[in-house]
Nanobody, 124 residues
Framework: QVQLVESGGGSVQAGGSLRLSCAASGRTFSDYAVGWFRQGPGKEREFVAA????????VYADSWKGQFTISRDNAKNIVYLHMTGLKPEDTAVYYC?????????????????WGRGTQVTVSS
């Protein structure tokens, strides 16, 4: 098993940037694909981005192409989500999730382990 802890959230004005981190402990982190999801107020959980074990084949939701970047540092057991051009509608709790397969998935039900989330608030 692995344990996941998100950090890097906070308050930012529209147009600003944030870098979220997902730190893992337990078994070798390089054995797990990782995805980022978010849930805004009154909304269902939605997919943001995913990355494979080795850091290749990143996948993004269409709305974030060219604005969000997912990356990982397996030596430090950390996966990052760098976000730019943030908008008020990006306000949400952001979660990272992991599964012991090569590739990630756009479906939250495909993941075995979840962090508790980090709050991102974007003001006008």
């Amino acid at each position: 098993q692995v344990q996941l802890v998100e950090s890097g959230g906070g308050s930012v004005q529209a147009g600003g940037s944030l870098r979220l981190s997902c730190a893992a402990s337990g078994r070798t982190f390089s054995d797990y694909a990782v995805g980022w999801f978010r849930q805004g107020p009154g909304k269902e959980r939605e997919f943001v981005a995913a990355i494979s074990r080795g850091g290749g084949t990143p996948v993004y939701a269409d709305s974030w192409k060219g604005q969000f970047t997912i990356s990982r540092d397996n030596a430090k057991n950390i996966v990052y989500l760098h976000m730019t051009g943030l908008k008020p509608e990006d306000t949400a709790v952001y979660y990272c999730a992991a599964r012991p397969l090569i590739f990630g998935s756009k479906s939250g039900s495909d993941y075995d382990y979840w962090g508790r989330g980090t709050q991102v608030t974007v003001s006008s």
